[in-house]
């Protein structure tokens, strides 16, 4: 018998100065917000100030906007951008990769250490646990814009969504709820205080190992090295996880993990001024984050046309017009 779900969901929730806002969208500002809380809270534990946090949380924002369009454009929608290079920087035209979300997190976070003299495992490991959170909330958003759909079937929890013929897995839900169980896990784990890299290695093993059996209820359209893509990236992300934590067992084996002590930070050096420029620049992120929708970029008018009568990319860019392939459209 086939699943009585239907999925009704308006995956917009309004507008502003020419722009669509979604739910996709929201759930990057609502992630990006509990990374800033997150670092609030512990901040006091690895030496970083208000002015620290600001900057952490802007590379991030930025890492994952840049990360997460890139690799779509590249490895996923390739053969429509190279026609439209003007459009790639245009996000809010959709097409956002999760594994190019998680490679610009690495990168910024990389280049946020090094910027201020942190360490690069000890942030990591406090990063992953929103990180976990943003990735679930994200999961949320693609539902509710009706993307990411899984292979038919007629289990009793089936969807039919509103662009798919039949009932399908909701193999994006599944995903969310495999990342909600990560952000547990790490939690727990984070109790005994392990080793440094521990937790970022536990996320990286279990994010990619887990997706793979998420995947396999998931149609993919493009393919990597003769697997799907999205496959591809999560057996390299398993087989990298587990590498890392034989490696950092090893030398917690034979270095046992210090607790930091709360360790004394001084606010009265900072450049209030500056102090303010990031707040207005984080905040414009968390509002542009609203913008992003998360479906492929050629295909947001004729999949949210038929809710929006009219819709284009945005009122801003009404015309995109080009050569689509026949295997994108």
Known sequence: MYGPFIHRIDPVFGEFAGFYLWFYGLSYSLGFLSIFLWFKRVRRQFGLTIDDIYSLTIYLAVGVLVGGRLIEVFFYEWPYYQAHLWQIPAVWLGGMSTHGV???????????????????????????????????????????????????????????????????????????????????????????????????????????????????????????????????FNIFMAALGALLLFRFSRKGAAKAYKVLKTLSVSESSTDWRRLWLKRIVFASLLLFSLTLPSDWTQDIPARYGKRHAGMHYSRLYPHVEGNIPDSLK
């Not at 910024?108 to 679930?136: E, N, W």
């Not at 290695?201 to 995947?215: E, T």
Request: glycine letters at 12%; aromatic letters at 16%; hydrophobic letters at 50%.
């Open 102 to 232: 998680l490679l610009g997190v690495v990168v910024t976070t990389g280049l946020f250490c090094r910027f201020h003299g942190k360490s690069l495992l000890l942030i990591a490991d406090q990063l992953v646990i929103p990180g976990s959170y943003l990735m679930g909330m994200g999961r949320i958003g693609n539902f509710i814009d009706g993307q990411i759909v899984g292979s038919i079937t007629n289990i009793c929890w089936a969807v039919q969504f509103p662009d798919a013929p039949g009932f399908r897995h909701p193999v994006v839900l599944y995903d969310g709820a495999k990342n909600f169980f990560i952000l547990g896990l790490l939690l727990l784990l984070r109790r005994f205080k392990p080793a440094p890299g521990i937790l970022t290695a536990h996320f990286i093993f279990w994010y990619g190992f887990l997706r793979i059996f998420v995947d396999l209820f998931r149609e993919y359209p493009t393919n990597l090295f003769g697997i799907a893509t999205g496959q591809a």
